[in-house]
């Protein structure tokens, strides 16, 4: 799918990026196909990778769950999908169209002894089907997983094994039972697959795993509001997980349309049904008030320091551990835009003024008072120990934040969740301290640190001083890059750059309109992390710079973004691979990397899109002179 976005680079204008890799559309030389043949071959797995076998994995049957464990089986289901279609070349039948076959299954169409209502394999055209149990145990969980075969209903392959707690926490129970059962299927796979799966998943792909089930579930259980937040939650953990994407966009769509249910019988009704939507609503915004409010995380760094002088006479010394509390922007943004997706549905109806709900969410339908401001305060037991594991110092932290909903007019999330604190160990006696020492979390607001992070009360980690210091170069709110706090290390009079992708465990999603801009600053190189997907207007403008990389993450770069004194006069490899560009508008004698531009659509001629681009070589034969550069269809044209 293409996306028409404006670029300007100081050099780019009128961008059209295309989101997705290149097609074959012309005549390929034999090297060619052989490199393409090549780059198709999968690092897990050898052979033809299953390829030809089709399979629908459902959610396993759940025993022993409680009601906030209600979303594992999708959780359980969502690790076994991304694993099959990641690590083989079998086919797995989308889980939106096999909710939609259970959907027609139970629509009441089919006669109860209808062949297809029987087997739902005559509805889904795969050669096997997954299913099973997942059972709660004292320790953890059971998992019984078998593969039939849909043409004679017998077992292919079947898996039985229990894990912990902290195994489901990471994927890893379900990622060997998924080495298991692509072995018994046949797939032969690599000693690097063999790795992946013995490991648990990246954490940004357990927590966008996790939000998917939990919308799954949220939304089949009837509330959509919270589907569509944990939808958005997905998508942001996790920018290529297609499925939240697909679900959110759909999901928003619906509720911003202002239509409730396949028609509206009397205006009585839909004013009962909106009633019933914002009242969901208000539920869902206030349970969070019921468990610790909005997800919070304290950071600490693993490196400990020696404060002031030693007490020589009682032979003490204080030692200190920095710490930061952070309030989760994916939560926040999340829950904005959910908030947003019904406030523009109520508004989509032209009727809230007449139902006595236009001044929502201001006046509230419910006596909940769940938009009122909120806090979470934590009191944070720490423990120093030596490599002997004695104990050698004990200490409280204090520490807190808040949130509230601006509701003057379209609902915005504000958020007070940033706080540094300095913990010390005080009066450690000398004589105890050891090469190595060992911060351990003791509790929670007197809960075991492992129950309060499993309850999501409060998660805790520890990070490097390096990352600790780097992080609070930035403000960051909203998954937004807003400026520096304190400018980053200055070296022979330029600043080397590289923007994160993460900044204290949340995902960048973009940097602000007119952010770093008119500082003025000389950076020597900008890069661009893997990640960000947008750039906002006039973002680093009035600034000079040498050297920019930009990933092929990026869909939009803002007008005048990066517009300086001087101008880029290098762009790097695969600065802006994968996308398609009719219109630059560039300065003069900008050394451009050979492949720059790798990828990219560059125009169409008879509905046929060229993905060859030989804009450095014209750029270089026109003496690399200032001003606008046109390809509508296959050749470029120098405009001055």
């Not at 690599?190 to 990246?202: D, I, N, Q």
């Not at 090469?435 to 003791?442: A, G, L, N, S, Y």
Request: hydrophobic residues 35%; contains cysteine.
């Amino acid at each position: 799918m293409k996306k028409i976005i404006n670029i300007i680079v100081f050099l780019l204008l009128s961008v059209v990026c295309w989101a997705g890799g290149s097609k074959d559309t012309g005549k390929a030389s034999d090297s060619n196909t052989q490199q393409q043949k090549t780059a198709s071959a999968s690092p897990y797995y050898t052979g033809d990778g299953g390829k030809g076998m089709s399979i629908a994995i459902l959610a396993p049957q759940s025993k022993g769950l409680t009601e906030n464990q209600s979303y594992l089986p999708a959780l359980v289901q969502g690790e076994f999908v991304s694993n099959f279609s990641g690590f083989s070349a079998v086919s797995v039948l989308d889980r939106q169209r096999l909710d939609a076959q259970y959907a027609e299954l139970l629509s009441g169409y089919y006669d109860d002894n209808a062949k297809a209502g029987l087997d739902l394999g005559h509805l889904t055209p795969t050669d096997y089907i997954m299913g099973g149990d997942i059972t709660r145990t004292a320790t953890g969980y059971s998992l019984q997983m078998q593969i039939t075969k849909t043409s004679d209903k017998m077992t292919t392959a079947s898996y039985s094994g229990t894990f912990t707690f902290s195994e489901l926490d990471n994927l890893t129970g379900i990622r060997k039972a998924s080495l298991d059962l692509l072995q018994k299927m046949g797939v032969k796979l690599t000693a690097k697959a063999h790795e992946e799966l013995t490991k648990g998943a990246a954490e940004n792909n357990v927590s966008a795993q996790t939000a998917l089930a939990k919308g799954i579930t949220a939304q089949r259980q009837g509330t959509e509001v919270a589907a569509l937040s944990y939808y958005f939650q997905a998508a942001t953990f996790d920018p290529s997980l297609t499925e939240a994407l697909s679900r959110s966009s759909i999901l928003n769509a619906n509720i911003s349309s202002g239509n409730i249910g396949d028609n509206v019988r009397n205006d009585i009704q839909w004013r009962k049904d909106w009633v019933a939507r914002l009242t969901e609503t208000e539920q869902y915004f206030d349970s969070f008030n019921k468990t610790a409010s909005m997800p919070y995380t304290l950071f600490y760094v693993d490196e400990i320091n020696q404060v002031g002088e030693i007490d020589y006479r009682n032979e003490t010394i204080t030692l200190s551990v920095n710490m930061h509390l952070h309030g989760s922007s994916v939560w926040t943004l999340s829950i904005e835009r959910a908030l947003q997706a019904v406030y523009d549905g109520l508004d989509a109806t032209k009727r809230k003024d007449v139902w006595g709900l236009g001044n929502w969410p201001q006046q509230e339908v419910t006596k909940l008072n769940a938009f009122a401001k909120r806090s979470g305060n934590f009191s944070v037991v720490f423990e120093l120990l030596n490599n002997n594991n004695k104990v050698i110092g004990r200490q409280t932290l204090q520490t807190g934040g808040y949130w509230e909903l601006n509701r003057g007019g379209r609902p915005e999330v504000n958020v007070n969740a940033d706080d540094k604190n300095t913990l010390n160990f005080q009066k450690v006696n000398a004589n105890d301290i050891t090469d190595k020492m060992t911060i351990r979390v003791v509790t929670v607001n007197g809960t075991a640190a492992e129950t309060a992070a499993r309850n999501g009360i409060l998660q805790i980690r520890a990070i490097s001083k390096k990352q600790f210091d780097s992080y609070g170069y930035w403000r960051f709110a909203k998954g937004e890059l807003q400026g520096f706090v304190e400018r980053p290390q200055q070296r022979q009079g330029y600043y080397a750059l590289t923007v994160p992708d993460i900044i204290w465990g949340d995902q960048v999603i973009s940097i602000g309109k007119e952010a770093f801009s008119d500082m003025p600053l000389s950076f020597s190189n900008i890069i661009i992390s893997e990640g960000i997907k947008y750039i906002g207007e006039r973002a680093f403008a009035g600034n000079e710079i040498r050297e920019l990389t930009i990933h092929n993450s990026v869909i939009s770069i803002g007008d005048n973004a990066f517009l300086g004194k001087r101008g880029v006069k290098y762009i790097a490899n695969t600065a802006l691979s994968y996308g398609s560009i009719n219109t630059i508008i560039i300065g003069a004698n900008v050394n451009i990397a050979k492949n720059a531009f790798n990828y990219f659509i560059t125009g169409q001629k008879d509905g046929v899109e060229n993905e060859y681009s030989d804009f450095v070589e014209f750029y270089n034969k026109q003496g690399k002179k200032a001003g606008r550069y046109e390809r509508p269809f296959v050749s470029w044209k120098y405009i001055k």
